[in-house]
């Protein structure tokens, strides 16, 4: 089994700076990519940050310039940093990861995602 767990969230004024994390652990024997969604209150979840197949990031355009995503793969965990946080970036923060559990089938992957992170910014 994978386990996701966010880490970090919490309220913080707009101008604020918040930063998540995002551990993996368990069976697992490459992580393909991990990703960092929200969804706000009665919103579509949405793609904040993310890494391309060739290790390049990736932002939502609304996060652009403010967000910035990393990684420490010996830890298996990856990073959120949000500076300039606004009211509307208030929403529960999840991460996705998609992961090869079996080094005998490394082309078998799954996907996994935690159980998210409040993140309210106020006003």
């Known amino acids: 089994q994978v386990q996701l767990v966010e880490s970090g969230g919490g309220l913080v004024q707009a101008g604020g700076s918040l930063r998540l994390s995002c551990a993996a652990s368990g069976s697992i024997f490459t992580i393909n990519t991990m990703e960092w969604y929200r969804q706000a209150p009665g919103k579509q979840r949405e793609l904040v940050a993310g890494?391309?197949?060739?290790?390049?990031?990736n932002y939502a355009d609304s996060v652009k310039g403010r967000f910035t995503i990393s990684r420490d793969n010996a830890k298996n965990t990856t990073y959120l940093q949000m500076n300039s946080l606004k009211p509307e970036d208030t929403a529960v923060y999840y991460c996705?990861?998609?992961?090869?559990?079996?080094?005998?089938?490394?082309?078998?992957?799954?996907?996994?995602w935690g159980q998210g992170t409040q993140v309210t910014v106020s006003s």
């Open positions: 890494f391309t197949n060739g290790g390049s990031t």
């Open positions: 996705k990861a998609i992961i090869a559990t079996d080094a005998g089938a490394p082309w078998r992957t799954y996907q996994f």
